[in-house]
C-alpha cells in the first residue's frame, strides 16, 4: 500500500497561524467581556452607594417624624388638657377638658384599668370565664399589703388620651426591625393571612407539641419549645401569646377582648418605638421599665434571664391537664384560674438580682417565687 504523501511545511505553518489567531481572539473576546462586567460593577456599586445614601436619609427623616409625632401627642394629651383646666377654675367654669375626656376613650389608668367588654364575645378561654375583675376607671390600686396605691405611682401607666381611635384599634409602636423576637414568632407577622385562618382558640396539645393545622399554634410550639421553662409555664404563656399575635396582626374588638386585663398595652407601649417582644412581658409594670431603657441593655440575655426565672405559682408535679368527656385533654380549671390573674405569675431570684432597676415600682415580695415554694392557703 502506498504511504499518504505528507503535508507540505507551508500548510502546517498556515494551520499554526490560524489556530494561533483563533487563540488570540478568544484570549481578547475573554478580556473585552471581563472588562465589561468590571465595568457594570463599578456602576453598580456606585448606584448602591446612592442608593443607601437615599436610604439612610430616609430613615432619619422618619425617626424625626416619630419623634415629632411622639412630642405632639404629648402635647395634645398633657400640655393642653392641663392648661383648659387651669384656665377654668380660674374664671369659675367648669373645665372644658372635663367634656373632652369625657369623648376620650380611656385606653390605660394602670395596669388593672377596666377596658369595655366585647358585646356578644365569651370572656375566658376554654370554656371557663375569665376571673379577673377590674376596677372601675379613677379607682385605687392596692399593694399586696393593703396599702392604696396612687396612679401616679405607675410611671408610663397614666390615660392615654386620643377622640378617634377606639381602644382595639390602638397598637403598640413597634420598630420595624425586630431583632429580638424568635424568628418562629417573626414569621406569624410576615403571614396575617394563615394567623387568622388558625382557630380562635388553640387547643392545650398543639401550643406543647405543635400541629399541622394550626399555623399559629404551631409556630408557637416551635418557639417556646427552646425556653428554659417547664411545660406549665409553656402551655400558659403560649396562650397569651396567641391571643396577643391574634390581635396585632388583625385588631378588631373580638380580638382584643381575648386579651387579659394585663396583657393590654399601657401609655408607653402606645406613645415610644420599641421592640415587639416587649409587649408579651405579662407585667404592665416592667413592660413600662422596659420600653423606657431598652436601649442600655441586650435584650437577648434580658429576656433569657427572664424565661429562665418566669414562673407560674403551681405546684411542682401536679397535673395542670385533665381529660374531658371525649377523653380528650383539656387545661385544668385551677390551672387557669391561676395564670390568667397576674398575681399567678412570678419570678426566681435569678431576674431580679440581674436586672433589679427593672423591677423599679413592683412588690418585689409578692413578684418573687420558686417551684418549691409552698402554695398560698385558698
Known amino acids: 500500500m502506498q504511504a499518504s504523501k505528507p503535508k507540505s511545511v507551508g500548510s502546517i505553518d498556515k494551520k499554526r497561524a490560524r489556530d494561533r489567531r483563533a487563540q488570540q481572539k478568544l484570549r481578547a473576546d475573554r478580556l473585552n467581556h471581563t472588562h465589561s462586567l468590571e465595568a ?18 430616609l430613615r432619619t427623616e422618619n425617626e424625626a417624624l416619630q419623634s415629632a409625632q411622639q412630642r405632639i401627642r404629648e402635647v395634645v394629651c398633657t400640655s393642653e388638657l392641663d392648661n383648659n383646666e387651669t384656665l377654668a377654675n380660674c374664671d369659675g367654669r367648669p373645665p372644658k377638658s372635663a367634656k373632652v375626656r369625657s369623648a376620650i ?109 394550626n399555623f399559629l399554634a404551631d409556630r408557637i410550639h416551635k418557639a ?77 440575655l434580658v429576656f433569657a434571664a427572664f424565661t429562665c426565672s418566669l414562673r407560674i405559682r403551681w405546684p411542682w408535679g401536679k397535673s395542670f391537664l385533665e381529660p374531658d368527656v371525649t377523653n380528650s385533654l383539656r387545661v385544668h380549671k385551677e390551672f387557669y384560674d391561676t395564670f390568667t390573674k397576674i398575681e399567678g405569675w412570678g419570678l426566681s431570684d435569678e431576674f431580679q438580682t440581674q436586672y433589679p432597676e427593672l423591677l423599679v415600682g413592683m412588690d418585689i415580695g409578692t413578684l418573687n417565687y420558686s417551684i418549691f415554694d409552698p402554695m398560698p392557703a385558698s
Open 40 to 57: 457594570e460593577i463599578v456602576l453598580l456599586e456606585q448606584q448602591c452607594k446612592a442608593y443607601e445614601k437615599e436610604i439612610q436619609e
Open 105 to 213: 376613650p380611656h385606653v390605660c389608668l394602670h395596669h388593672t384599668a377596666q377596658y369595655p367588654t366585647v358585646s356578644g364575645h365569651p370572656s375566658g378561654f376554654f370554656g371557663y370565664p375569665q376571673n379577673e375583675s377590674a376596677p372601675p376607671i379613677g379607682s385605687k390600686v392596692q399593694s399586696s399589703n393593703g396599702t392604696p396605691l396612687s396612679p401616679a405611682k405607675f410611671t408610663g401607666l397614666n390615660p392615654v388620651c386620643d377622640l378617634d381611635l377606639s381602644l382595639w384599634s390602638r397598637l403598640p409602636l413597634n420598630f420595624a426591625q425586630e431583632p429580638h423576637i424568635s424568628e418562629n414568632l417573626y414569621s406569624c407577622f410576615n403571614r396575617p393571612d394563615l394567623v387568622q385562618a388558625s382557630p380562635d382558640e388553640p387547643s392545650p396539645v398543639e401550643l406543647l407539641y405543635g400541629s399541622s393545622q
Open 224 to 300: 417556646t419549645r427552646f425556653w428554659p421553662i417547664c411545660d406549665p409555664e409553656r402551655l400558659a404563656s403560649g396562650l397569651l401569646t396567641y391571643n396577643m399575635i391574634k390581635w396585632l396582626t388583625r385588631p378588631s374588638q373580638e380580638s382584643f377582648g381575648r386579651l387579659l386585663g394585663f396583657q393590654r398595652p399601657i401609655n408607653d407601649q402606645l406613645q415610644r418605638p420599641h421592640p415587639r417582644c416587649i409587649d408579651f412581658v405579662m407585667w404592665p409594670v416592667l413592660r413600662a421599665n422596659l420600653v423606657k431603657t431598652f436601649h442600655k441593655y441586650d435584650l437577648k
